[in-house]
T-cell receptor, first 116, second 115 residues
Framework: DAMVIQNPRYQVTQFGKPVTLSCSQTLNHNVMYWYQQKSSQAPKLLFHYYDKDFNNEADTPDNFQSRRPNTSFCFLDIRSPGLGDAAMYLC???????????????FGPGTRLLVL | AQSVTQPDIHITVSEGASLELRCNYSYGATPYLFWYVQSPGQGLQLLLKYFSGDTLVQGIKGFEAEFKRSQSSFNLRKPSVHWSDAAEYFCAVGEGSGGYNKLIFGAGTRLAVHP
C-alpha cells in the first residue's frame, strides 16, 4: 500500500545533541511537509518542500532544518534540541495534481521526540 | 488571518448516541475544509474534505460534515457513535492560492465514548 513512513517512531535525545528524523513516501507526491505537534495542541507547520524548493514558515526557529535528497525522502534536523522541542513530529505529503479536487495531505504516524 | 475554531475541547457521548463536533473558520475566499482524526500516539487520518459542490460531504467511518457558508461552519456529524470513535478530531482549513495547501488546524476536540 502506498503510504507515508516515519522513522523512528520514538526518539530520545539529549539536550543540545543533534537529532535527525526521517520521512519516506511511496505516493510519489511532489510536496512534503513537516509539522510539530506539542502535547494537547494542534499541529503546526514548520516548513515544506515543493519538489526541491524549500519553504520555511516565518516563525520556525533556525534550530530546525530540513533536507530532501530525492522525491521519496525528507529529513528533519534539529541542530541543538532544547526541552521545548519535545513533541510529536508529523510528516505529510500532497500532490499538486490533486489541486483541483481539493489537495489532501496524507500524514505519517509521527515520531515522538523526547529531550532529556 | 485565517483561523479555525473548535469550541468544544472535550466531548463525552454514550455509545450509540449521535455526535456533532463544531468547527468555525475564518477565511476570505472559498475554503478547502478538512476533518482529520488522531488516535493516541498516531498520525492524522483524513475523515472527509470539502472543496466545492455539494455542501453535505460524506466521509469514512460513517462520518459526514456540512459546509454552511452563511455560518462559516463545517460541523462533523455521526448518527451513532462506536467506542472505537474515541479519539481527537481536528478541523482544518487549507490556505493556499494555486499552490500548496497550508493547513491551519483548530485546537482539536477530544471525544470520549461511554459504553
Amino acid at each position: 500500500d502506498a503510504m507515508v513512513i516515519q522513522n523512528p517512531r520514538y526518539q530520545v535525545t539529549q539536550f543540545g545533541k543533534p537529532v535527525t528524523l526521517s520521512c519516506s513516501q511511496t505516493l510519489n507526491h511532489n510536496v512534503m511537509y513537516w509539522y510539530q505537534q506539542k502535547s494537547s495542541q494542534a499541529p503546526k507547520l514548520l516548513f515544506h518542500y515543493y519538489d526541491k524548493d524549500f519553504n520555511n514558515e516565518a516563525d520556525t526557529p533556525d534550530n530546525f532544518q530540513s533536507r530532501r535528497p530525492n522525491t521519496s525522502f525528507c529529513f528533519l534536523d534539529i541542530r541543538s534540541p532544547g526541552l521545548g522541542d519535545a513533541a510529536m513530529y508529523l510528516c505529510a505529503t500532497s500532490s499538486l495534481r490533486d489541486r483541483e479536487r481539493g489537495e489532501t495531505q496524507y500524514f505519517g504516524p509521527g515520531t515522538r521526540l523526547l529531550v532529556l | 488571518a485565517q483561523s479555525v475554531t473548535q469550541p468544544d475541547i472535550h466531548i463525552t457521548v454514550s455509545e450509540g448516541a449521535s455526535l456533532e463536533l463544531r468547527c468555525n473558520y475564518s477565511y476570505g475566499a472559498t475554503p478547502y475544509l478538512f476533518w482529520y482524526v488522531q488516535s493516541p500516539g498516531q498520525g492524522l487520518q483524513l475523515l472527509l474534505k470539502y472543496f466545492s459542490g455539494d455542501t453535505l460531504v460524506q466521509g469514512i467511518k460513517g462520518f459526514e460534515a456540512e459546509f454552511k457558508r452563511s455560518q462559516s461552519s463545517f460541523n462533523l456529524r455521526k448518527p451513532s457513535v462506536h467506542w472505537s470513535d474515541a479519539a481527537e478530531y481536528f478541523c482544518a482549513v487549507g490556505e493556499g492560492s494555486g499552490g500548496y495547501n497550508k493547513l491551519i488546524f483548530g485546537a482539536g476536540t477530544r471525544l470520549a465514548v461511554h459504553p
